[in-house]
């Protein structure tokens, strides 16, 4: 099925470690998004891409990083994990045209201890 | 500052019993209004795109409406199966192709 897919689901970071979220999406959409949610504070944007090779900051960029290398791959990184980015990730992604209603993807749940 | 406020927080009714989401908004410019769907452990799904004051769109039990200050989403005869948060998000000419989201409406339907 078409749309926007998330890897990993779950994950437990100890502080201080770092990993890769990766978001992938097969509808050949020119822009990504990266966002968190937290109970109380609604859809945060971190980063977001307009194309191939582009990236740029959101409302919450700190302790993120971001790349966009292959058109249909938007990753996002954290290189030293805090308490504070325990949340859920949501990817999503749009086209050019149309109604520019998002994709989202499922989210990724993560927890830093 | 661009801002989005949805109210109430939370919402209950009765199965039938109809009724409103509001959802205010400053913005420098209003490219569009957005209205998404979320279920518990999903992401949100995309439900209506509102450009211009008076416009309506409608898709099942769901009617939106954008005003030059808010937007409503009306709810007709409510089944247990709506029960959902409910985004409402806009997107701005100061930002670009992100959008800004309001913290949701948690609606839960009876039977």
């Known amino acids: 099925n078409a749309g926007v897919t998330q890897t990993p689901k779950f994950r437990v970071l100890k502080t201080g470690q770092s990993m890769t979220l990766l978001c992938a999406q097969d509808?050949?959409?020119?822009?990504m998004y990266w966002y968190r949610q937290d109970p109380g504070m609604g859809l945060r944007l971190i980063h977001y891409?307009?194309?191939?090779?582009?990236?740029a900051k959101g409302e919450v960029p700190d302790g993120y990083n971001v790349s966009r290398l292959k058109k249909q791959n938007f990753l996002l990184g954290l290189e030293s994990a805090a308490p504070s980015q325990t949340s859920v990730y949501f990817c999503a992604s749009r086209g050019r045209g149309g109604d520019y209603g998002y994709t989202f993807g499922s989210g990724t749940r993560l927890t830093v201890v | 500052e661009d801002q989005v406020t949805q109210s109430p927080e939370a919402l209950r009714l009765q199965e039938g019993e109809s009724s409103s989401l509001n959802c205010s908004y400053t913005v420098s410019g209003l490219r569009g209004l957005f209205w998404y769907r979320q279920d518990p452990g999903k992401g949100p799904e995309f439900l209506f795109t509102l450009y211009s004051a008076g416009e309506e769109k409608e898709k099942e039990r769901l009617k939106a409406t954008l005003t030059k200050k808010e937007s409503f989403l009306h709810i007709t005869a409510p089944k247990p199966e709506d029960s959902a948060t409910y985004l409402c998000a806009v997107q701005a000419d100061q930002a670009g192709t992100a959008l800004i989201f309001g913290k949701g409406t948690t609606l839960s339907v009876s039977s």
């Open positions: 509808m050949n959409h020119e822009y």
């Open positions: 891409s307009v194309g191939e090779g582009t990236t």
